[in-house]
């Protein structure tokens, strides 16, 4: 299943926390051997992980962390506008209307379709709180898997070469992108939605708060 | 027409020049969107707090003298959040909330709310919030309906706040770049989205991002807004015509 977590509630799941950032320290500095941070306890944390940011995570059956990616707002910092403005053309990306995934990461024993979990989950996400689009920085050569599971970015730019290219690009946040998502990967509209409805508390009844 | 409304309440905002200014405005908005009240207000930013609203100032100072900033879910739930959210979904358990929320109801507040959590740049936060007396299906009908222009509109007056508290009296300008400069000439040369990003050889979706950014930076409502803008302030020059002087 997927929850969403902000940062100051990971502690709330530690064996879940435990393993998605040790999943990152296995993908970026073990697989893609990035130059990241990995801490005492061996979890890959950026500077951003401290701003609070919320991450997307798959769960597994035994409470561990299958995949995930972490979400902020675009009007704050982030990652694009403070590490990869040459690849947007100079523009800083700045819109209430748009939220910026990274750290998008499967688990070395991910199954099939936690990706599409992630992308649909996250199209749910920003058409609950009104965005329009999804900035993300990730390896040019995951395009393909995007393009399968049916949430096709539109890449801004690129550099790098060979298997270090990154890019960075746009996903759309509509209805459309969601239901493609849905109909590739099989997961029906309705789960994604409980997935949601999950993690964000439900309205209390007006008796409630007069009492 | 609503949304020629809500432009021409943005460009008043931009107009702005104090924070009394500010607090006239947002009972401008107030009035349109219908709403028992709204409120704006920034977290000890230069180690003082600005804020504009609607309430009573009796209500305001109770506040303050109760010190339930500390107490309030409203305050509590948004603080480490950046997502908009309804009142009704924040934590309410304290008795000593629900008392505050009797108090403020008393004071003329309504029993609905919407927060949007504010985040800038350099970590400063605000909270922007519409208040409102009536039903829940009623509510959450106006806040579906309204979400993305509330979303719009509570950050606008987040930046015209801060060219107040910061002095910059200039409408904003300066930050388009040059790629959002093109993005918009071509627009207010009457040509389609998709001549555009042909035009500039970038996709669409990245067209659609660099509008967005640019209509953020200007303060406008929407796409047609953010070319109005532009040309009347000489960011962007029709072609034919003379550059300003």
Redesign the interface.
Known sequence: MIRFV?A?QLSLYPLLADSMFKDRAAQFRDRLDWEVTVDENGWEVDEYDR??P?YIIWENAEGRHGGSVRI??T???IMT?EHFLDLT??????????WECTRFCLAPDAPVGVAAALLAAGVELGLR??L??A?GVIYAKTIPIYRRIGSVP???GMKGEGADRIAVG?W?VSVEARAEISRKAGIPLSVIARWFDAS???????E???? | METARLEALLERLQTTKSIDELQVWAHELRDFFGVTHVFYHTASLKSEQVGAFTYSLEWARHYIDKDYRSIDPVVLGAQRRFHPMDWKTLDWSSPAARAMMREAMAHGLGNQGWSVPIWGPHGEFALFCLNHTTDDASWETFTRKNGKDILVVSHLMHEQAMRIINKEMDEPTAELSPRERETLTQLSLGQSRAEVADALQISENTLRAYIDSARHKLGALNVTHAVALALARGIIVPTGALPKY
Do not use: C, H, K
């Open positions: 902000y100051d701003l609070n919320l902020m707002p009007v704050g910092r506008n053309g100079g523009v800083t990306i700045r819109s209430p209307l748009i709180f009104g329009e689009q900035l539109e890449i801004i746009l759309p964000f508390p439900a309205r209390i009844a007006e409630r708060l007069a009492a």
